[in-house]
Structures are given as C-alpha cells and as structure tokens.
C-alpha cells in the first residue's frame, strides 16, 4: 500500500513537472507579462523543486499590468480574436481584473468543474439549479457549462427573485443546487416566510462558492438541516481557477493537483510553512496557457497537511479548507480574528437570522461588533458570551430589526466604518 501510494505520487509529481516545462516554454515565447518577468529562465527545469526560482505573482502586480495596458493587459498569450468569453474578478478585494479565455482555455474551466462534480456524487441523471444572475463572474457560468458537459439538465434562474428561484426549483425537481452558502441561508429564510417546504424538496445536494462557510462545520450543518440536503464545497479563482473542491468525508477541500500545482508559504518570510502550521496559498495553474498565473499568492489561508483524506483522494488535501483571508484578517487588542471564525460561532445559533460583522475605531482603538437579526431578545447575552469564550475577546453584540442586513447572492461582504468616538 506504502508503495502504491509513494508510485502515485511520483506519477504525479512527473505530470506536474512535464505541464509546468510545457506552460513555462509557452509563455517564454508568447505571453508578454511573464517575458518580462521570467526573462532569464533557463528550461527545462530539473524538479518541482526548481519552482523556488520562479518569483510570485501578485494581484497588484496584473491589476497595474491592466492600468498599464489596458483594457486586458499582457498577461494574455494570443491575439484579441482568438478569445471569446470575458469575465471579471468580484473587486471585494480591490479593482477587478478583467480576464479572457479562449474556446480551449474555458473547456479546461469546465474539466475542472468535472472533478467538483464527481467528488459531490453529481452525475447525468441530476438536475443542477444554479442560482445566480448571469453576470461577469465566471464561476457559476464555468459550473453550468460543466454541468452540461457532464450532460445534466442545468437549470438557469438568470433574473428571478428568490421565491421564483424557490418555485422553479421544486417544479422542476432540481436535485443540485448551486449558489453562495450565504444565499442558500437566505434562500431558506425565503422559503420560511413563504411556507415552503424545502426540507422535504427535491433538492439532494448543494454546492457552494465564493465564500468558506461550506467548510465551516456551523454553518455546514444548519445549511443541511434547513434544506435536508448534503452540501459540498468548492473553492477558485477567476484569476486561477476551479482548483478546489470537498468530498463525501466533509472534512475539508482537496486540490486538482494534476492542473494545479500547490505551495502554503508563510506569508511574511515567504518560506514554506511546517506541517500543521496555517500558511498563505499559492497556486500556479498547468491548463490555462491564454491566461497563464504563475507561484500566485491567493491571500487564502489554509493549514498544510500531510494527511490523506479517508475518501481515498491522493490529492493534497486542506483540513477546513479555507480558513480565511489574509487580508481579512484584523488585529483586534493583539488577537488575531478571520470573518469566518466568528461566522462559525454565529451559525452554531438557529435564532440568527442574518448577522454582519463590523469593524470600527473608537479613541483611535480598533474595536469589532455584531449585528444579528433575530426574533429572540435572549440571544444577545448569550451569543456575546459565547464569542468571548471563543474568541478570547469581548465582541458587542447589537440587536437590529429584520431585513435591515444586506443580503448577497454573490459573495458576502464585511462592513468596515470608522467611528470616532471620544468619550
């Protein structure tokens, strides 16, 4: 068994070797931005290991390469008419990037979603439902377009409302959902207020994006029991790629790793993290030669494992799959605190009904609370002394009236306002 396992990964470590030689002899000669920033490679490269020599892209780096040369750039490797689809990156993070992919490009998007697919149990026999507005984010539409490679009815919701969305699904008895895990609550707060039964809906399986909730075990589980339905994560970049993906264990997000290559580095030294330690996620992906990204720094932070999944997936696996930003991160009173670690203590409470964290200066100190909508005047104690025994830190926690929150169907945002107080 040792020496199967030890067989297949150096099969893989081969394949991935022989893709990079490939893509890195590709861009050498066609792709203007990483001309520039590779001039003086020498190929082939000998081991996976040689990668150190290769430098990090950063996002600053292809949003000022687009402001430098706009409208798309030099980071695309073929003539403007050989490409024919445009997506964009969400800008919750910074300025968008706009991104293009040629037709072979996009079917590696859709190869990619192949394996979400299969890892969630999602053949040709489901009907996918994917709920979102058909806009520049290219992650739903990659999703559809894989569904239907897969050879799924896929099921578009385009500009519907939510209790049309709710409606369509049960009509035609979707059993796959697709969308945002914050927008599967609210599609669930939805059905509440209009007495639907999703519970007892067609829909078997949810998969979700754009957000860590999926891989939070809270919010995992009341997803579940609001929907009676089993959901999946998955993790990508517009930039990127769909390069992640959970499975029946529940236990975290596995990597493509035979079209993307895997680093965790500490993000301050730039050297690899240790086994067990949280580290920054870098990525390099080995199929998209029109929009090649090398060594990029995602800003996602994950643990390193060295652990193998009990679902018999080889592939380098991430407990709790993304546990965070970067740059969400804040330091508030010298502990450090990521959106999802709060989301996770939050969801554990049914009596919540939507919440928003916020981030604010009083006397010049950073300072962090909580708004929930809930119909139970007990859960404000609770929850606040739940956070501090949690978190470590006391966390306000304020009571606001229903529908006064945002609600998302793309990615969830976390309000930051500035309060200056003196008291």
């Known amino acids: 068994m040792v020496h199967t396992v030890q067989t297949q990964e150096n099969e893989l470590r081969s394949l991935q070797l022989q893709k990079l030689n490939r893509l890195l002899h590709f861009v050498l000669n066609h792709n203007e931005f990483y001309k520039e920033k590779l001039a003086g490679l020498k190929l082939p490269l000998q081991s996976l290991e040689e990668m150190k020599k290769l430098p990090f892209t950063m996002k600053k780096e292809l949003v000022d390469d687009q402001n430098n040369h706009p409208p798309y750039g030099k980071n695309h490797s073929y003539p403007l008419e050989e490409y024919v689809r445009y997506h964009q990156t969400s800008g919750t993070s910074g300025k968008p990037l706009k991104i293009l992919d040629t037709k072979k490009s996009f079917e590696w998007w859709e190869t990619c979603w192949l394996e979400v697919y299969r890892s969630s149990g999602v053949t040709k026999k489901d009907r996918v439902f994917f709920a979102f507005s058909f806009g520049p984010f290219i992650g739903f539409w990659a999703a559809f377009e894989g569904a239907k490679r897969l050879g799924a009815l896929s099921i578009s919701s385009g500009s519907q409302t939510s209790i049309e969305r709710l409606r369509s699904m049960i009509e035609n008895r979707a059993t796959v959902l697709v969308c945002t895990p914050s927008y599967a609550l609210h599609l669930a707060e939805v059905a509440e207020e209009n007495g639907i039964d999703i519970k007892n809906g067609p829909v078997q399986k949810i998969i979700t994006a754009g957000e860590p909730g999926a891989s939070v075990p809270s919010t995992r589980k009341q997803i579940e029991s609001l929907w009676g339905a089993v959901l999946y994560d998955h993790v990508g970049m517009t930039e990127m790629g769909a390069y992640g993906y959970s499975c029946s264990e529940q236990k975290g997000i596995h990597v493509n790793e035979s079209e993307f290559i895997v680093e965790v580095i500490n993000p301050n030294t730039l050297e690899p993290v240790e086994v067990g330690e949280k580290g920054e996620l870098v990525l390099t992906n080995l199929g998209r030669e ?55 203590i939050i969801r554990e409470f049914k009596e919540v009904k939507e919440f928003r964290i916020v981030y604010y200066t009083e006397n010049e100190m950073d300072q962090i609370k909580v708004e929930i909508e809930s119909d139970s005047e007990q859960i404000v104690p609770i929850l606040a002394t739940k956070l501090r025994e949690r978190v470590g830190l006391r966390i306000q926690v304020e009571k606001v009236p229903d529908n006064e929150l945002p609600r998302f169907t793309m990615k969830l945002k976390f309000d930051t306002i500035s309060l200056h107080v003196d008291n």
């Open 290 to 344: 029109s929009y090649p990204v090398i060594r990029y720094r995602t800003g996602d932070i994950v643990i390193r494992s060295d652990q193998q999944c009990e679902c018999g997936n080889s592939y380098q696996f991430f407990p709790g799959g993304i546990l965070g930003r970067a740059d969400d991160m804040v330091i508030i009173r010298g502990i450090n605190i990521y959106p999802s670690s709060i989301e996770s």
